[in-house]
């Protein structure tokens, strides 16, 4: 890891200490641990282990393929074995469909991210294994690891690739580090705006309504309360910006005027 | 839509009726359509839409990257425009970053998952929208939909393609049919085996224990009590099968001879 320096590079904004290791045992082309640095990057992750990439490492095909993420790639550490990529790990994952023969606990990608979350904050190291493309984890790989790591998709068709497998892992574990709120919750910014005061919303619908009732349009009377009503709770949900309740106060204004003008920027 | 039989072809497992269209917005790379068609059917969504293709449809570079996902392709349809393609939809979401000059809801993949569980359980059609590879969606795309859909991940280094977009958010979508639990608990299958029976693991225990009390190893005996307990601790926390506490009694009977076997199968 030495001479990689995130701060520096600006790509560390994301990313934060004791993130889990990603652990690529045997994988088998250069692009895929590209795509893989790539999007692991994506999730804050940049921590790669390689275990026995076949066609020898550094790859050059796996830099053309990170799409930048480099620093990922130029960092990886390289190990001869699983077991010594594992060694200094306090919690071991693999990514596996079940097997037959094996009594393993299995967690979602969602569990697995609350897990690792837990772990980083007593500082206890994390990895998480992945498989060879074709093949995935052998059975001496799966006892590495005190859990598996299933992600549901449909049972009729399940067909990832190594580098989008990573990515809804570390999609797991970046959403992990977000508020509760922020998963949930609708936002709704106003570049350049402010949400509109109430009074001034109040202004509009006066106007609104005044003009409207100079047209006949909220007859009869004993209905207009509920109409005015609608028409409030309409823009209301809308929850309009200042300058929006500027603009809508003009467009009533052109209306009101039953005539068109050349140019609006005249002013009625 | 004709002549597609999902059920026929054994695909239909993970798939609702009333998911999301996916809708492709002038997509640039024939091999991009495929491998998204590949990333929508992992998710469980079939109904893919095109606007404009750049290379036309069909496209045998999309089929070719499928992976198989080629039943999503064969019943995707083409429309001229954005609008005509959300013409029947009621609610339409467009994946996007922010614009700098739009006011306009922003939800998390697992909101609008969420939102269109909703949906789809009071059978309102819904779409999503997503860009050109090179451009993302364009301003005149935006308004069509009522919230942009944004992903969280790391601000430094964001650099999604179209089917890992797609991917997360059809991700979300399949996840938010899962009951909760499936989420957040761990699961312990016993492939070919049972948990054991609280007796046969009692009657293990008091084997080994016998067993430790005659090689003098449980002493001093004030010590037993809490050397037992940690030592039967350790077992439980494994959740042992009915066949591992028969091959445990097994190691202890064959470790208290204190003589090699040649053997195991001739037994003690």
């Known amino acids: 890891m030495a001479g990689t320096d995130l701060t520096q590079r600006g790509l560390g904004d994301g990313i934060a200490a004791g993130a889990p290791a ?28 390689l275990v026995k990439p076949r066609d020898g490492w550094p790859n050059p095909y796996a830099q053309a393929a990170s799409s930048g993420a480099d620093v990922v790639l130029e960092s990886a ?21 079940r097997p037959r023969d094996m009594i393993k606990p299995v967690v979602h990608p969602r569990r697995l991210a609350a897990e690792l979350r837990r772990a980083q904050g007593v500082q206890a190291p ?8 074709r093949t995935g984890l052998r059975n001496e790989h799966l006892v590495l690891a005190e859990s598996l790591v299933e992600v549901p998709l449909n049972p009729a068709f ?13 999609y797991e574990w970046f959403q992990s580090g977000l508020e509760e709120t922020a998963l949930t919750d609708t936002v709704l910014p106003y570049p350049g705006a402010r949400p509109a005061k109430s009074e001034d919303v109040r202004l509009f619908f006066e106007h609104l309504e005044a003009e409207l009732d100079a047209t006949g349009f909220l007859r009869p009377l004993e209905k207009r309360p509920r109409m005015v009503r609608n028409l409030r709770n309409l823009f209301l949900r809308a929850r309009l910006s200042d300058n929006e309740v500027r ?21 009625p």
Do not use: K, W
């Open 158 to 170: 399940c067909s990832l690739n190594l580098a989008q497998a990573v990515l809804l892992v570390g």
């Open 22 to 49: 990603i652990i690529l045992i045997e994988p088998q082309l250069g692009e895929n641990i590209g795509t893989t640095a790539r999007a692991m990057l994506n999730c804050g992750l940049t921590e790669m282990r």
């Open 126 to 133: 994390t990895g998480i294994l992945f498989g060879p493309e």
């Open 247 to 267: 603009t809508l106060r003009g467009v009533v204004r052109y209306l009101a005027q039953h005539e068109p003008q050349r140019d609006p920027e005249d002013g």
């Open 77 to 97: 550490t390289l190990f001869d074995t699983a077991e010594e990529a594992v060694a200094d790990l306090e919690h071991v994952y693999a990514t596996s469909a």
